[in-house]
């Protein structure tokens, strides 16, 4: 039976179809079938301040990096977030400006986060439009995904987080750590004792 040039053709591209090729196209597809879901933007709640100045995040970034480290630092540190006494996006985006070989895969990965959507990325909507229940579940979901490109965003917002929450002064109440020794305000002797 002879086989058509279209029929090769769609042999062909079923071949080269594996699976990581399909799920990006699932997500691509789910993403722009949901697009007006993520054209609205931020809640303001999320965005950076007026006047901001972003050097590598975009305001959107900015924002998933703002809900996300608030999942991710618990109920304390979640309070010193959303008023804004550590902005972590603002830390993140200054840190981000410093290690530019990272900027662009972390901003990736929150721009994944947030338009990501199912089988990717358990979620329909964007990660900032979802209540603090179904954040933490997407985050959960990323940690566990089998996925290395899912665990992986995990790891490097979390890390992120981390850095830029647990780094600023503001959380030092929270931790008991005095600051960076030798800096002039703590000593080597403050170190020594208990």
């Not at 179809?17 to 799920?23: A, E, F, K, Y």
């Not at 290690?99 to 990325?121: D, K, N, R, S, Y």
């Not at 790891?155 to 600051?179: C, H, N, Q």
Request: overall charge positive.
């Amino acid at each position: 039976m002879m086989t058509s040039p279209a029929e090769l053709d769609v042999v062909r591209a079923a071949r080269a179809l594996d699976r990581r090729t399909v799920l990006r196209l699932l997500a691509a597809v789910g993403a722009g079938a949901l697009l007006p879901a993520g054209c609205g933007g931020a809640p303001s709640a999320l965005a950076p301040p007026p006047g901001a100045s972003l050097a590598v995040l975009s305001p959107r970034t900015y924002a998933v990096m703002t809900a996300a480290a608030m999942r991710l630092v618990g109920p304390k540190g979640a309070a010193l977030v959303a008023d804004r006494t550590i902005d972590v996006g603002l830390l993140a985006d200054a840190w981000l400006a410093g290690t530019p070989a990272i900027a662009g895969p972390i901003g990736q990965a929150l721009l994944l986060l947030e338009f990501g959507v199912w089988p990717l990325v358990g979620k329909l909507r964007p990660f900032t439009a979802l209540d603090t229940a179904s954040q933490d579940a997407v985050l959960r979901g990323c940690m566990t995904s089998r996925l290395d490109t899912m665990r992986a965003v995990f790891r490097g917002v979390r890390s992120l987080a981390m850095v830029t929450f647990y780094g600023a002064p503001a959380s030092r109440a929270l931790t008991g750590f005095p600051g960076p020794f030798g800096s002039g305000t703590v000593t080597i002797a403050d170190a020594m004792s208990d």
